[in-house]
């Protein structure tokens, strides 16, 4: 029997991979697989909020405490983030959308406070030194409520949805500028070692991802509504920009990703991190998509197609190494639970 439940703040990243993986494939017309990978996410998603709810309520007080890290408070906007991809897979399902904006709202409210807390109290130096991709997932949990107030506001037409889907838009861009700064500044005034170019290196690709398919709904909703319409003029080009510049990491994370393999072994083994590696890819397809049809770029549909597929074929390989890992743990934990009881057995009956 596992004793300890293994509980990252960023667990929430497996249903943001598998979530943002189904739209791509909703949006290609590969429903078969749109369908599967939603009731995955949809049942990761449960489950995984059953355990975060559990752990809350089991260990208050350690919580709060591992929250004052910004390794933590940063990490968790992961599930901000998930509920986020799932309002927006899940679309048509009012109810379920407006439940799950909610619960998105309410835990970014509680953890923005609690991360730039933390962020204040650290040096800057620290924070460059300690700053890497998965600090980005403000940033994407923000960019995540725009597109859900853009949702809502292609749903009801009003007008203050928009207004409020633009302000976390570029509330979204700042972070991203701030935190990505810090990690592009370090990579250039040090030395770069195999060890720091992780998984969650590819949120530095995503996190432009998603901003530019915020700007592409947040278009799509000011071209249908008529309102607002100078806001065209901002919207455009941020989006044209935050799709360019994702296109441009992926050269860049390709090559450390590689030149990773070459100096440090074990580099492609199975971690659970892998997930936040997963995100960005079907985010990019999915942007890609979206810019393409709100800028008229017919050429796109093409690209978004092919990372598509990429993004599937590395969800699936993940996925393979998950189940691996667990069944290994599962076995291990199990093995190392029964082997003393018999020892202690053996030697109790020895015993005179």
Same mark, same amino acid.
């Given at each position: ?8 703040? !960023? ?22 697989? !749109? ?226 393999? !070459? ?90």
């Amino acid at each position: 029997m596992i004793k300890r439940l293994d509980l990252p703040p !960023d667990v929430f990243a497996v249903v943001m991979a598998t979530g943002i993986v189904a739209i791509a494939a909703r949006d290609h017309r590969y429903n078969a697989i !749109d369908d599967s990978l939603t009731a995955v996410a949809v049942l990761a998603f449960i489950v995984l909020s059953f355990a975060a709810a559990w752990h809350l309520l089991r260990a208050p007080v350690q919580a709060v405490r591992q929250a004052r890290s910004p390794e933590v408070a940063m990490s968790s906007f992961a599930f901000v983030a998930a509920c986020a991809v799932l309002a927006a897979r899940l679309t048509g399902q009012h109810v379920v959308t407006q439940i799950l904006g909610g619960a998105a709202v309410l835990g970014w409210l509680v953890l923005a406070p609690l991360a730039t807390s933390d962020v204040r109290s650290r040096p800057i130096r620290g924070l460059r030194q300690n700053a890497h991709g998965g600090w980005l997932l403000p940033s994407v949990a923000t960019a995540g409520l725009a597109i859900t107030a853009a949702g809502l506001a292609a749903q009801h037409r009003w007008g203050g949805w928009i207004v409020l889907a633009v302000i976390a838009w570029l509330l979204a861009i700042l972070l991203y500028a701030t935190i990505a700064g810090l990690i592009v500044s370090r990579a250039i005034s040090q030395r770069v070692h195999p060890a720091q170019v992780t998984p969650d290196s590819w949120i530095l690709m995503g996190a432009l991802g998603i901003a530019a398919l915020a700007g592409a709904k947040i278009l799509h909703d000011l071209s249908t509504t008529g309102q607002y319409e100078w806001m065209t003029s901002i919207a455009r080009p941020l989006t044209l920009i935050a799709w360019v510049l994702a296109s441009a990491w992926i050269p860049v994370l390709l090559y450390a990703e590689m030149w990773s393999v !070459d100096h440090r072994r074990g580099a492609m083994r199975f971690g659970k991190a892998w997930w936040s590696a997963v995100f960005p890819l079907g985010m990019y397809a999915t942007a890609t998509q979206a810019t393409a049809t709100a800028l008229d770029l017919p050429a796109l549909h093409t690209v978004s197609l092919v990372l598509f597929w990429n993004a599937f074929a590395v969800w699936v390989l993940v996925a393979v190494g998950l189940v691996r890992w667990s069944f290994t743990t599962l076995t291990d934990s199990t093995q190392t639970d029964t082997g003393p009881i018999s020892q202690r057995g053996t030697a109790a009956r020895r015993t005179p």
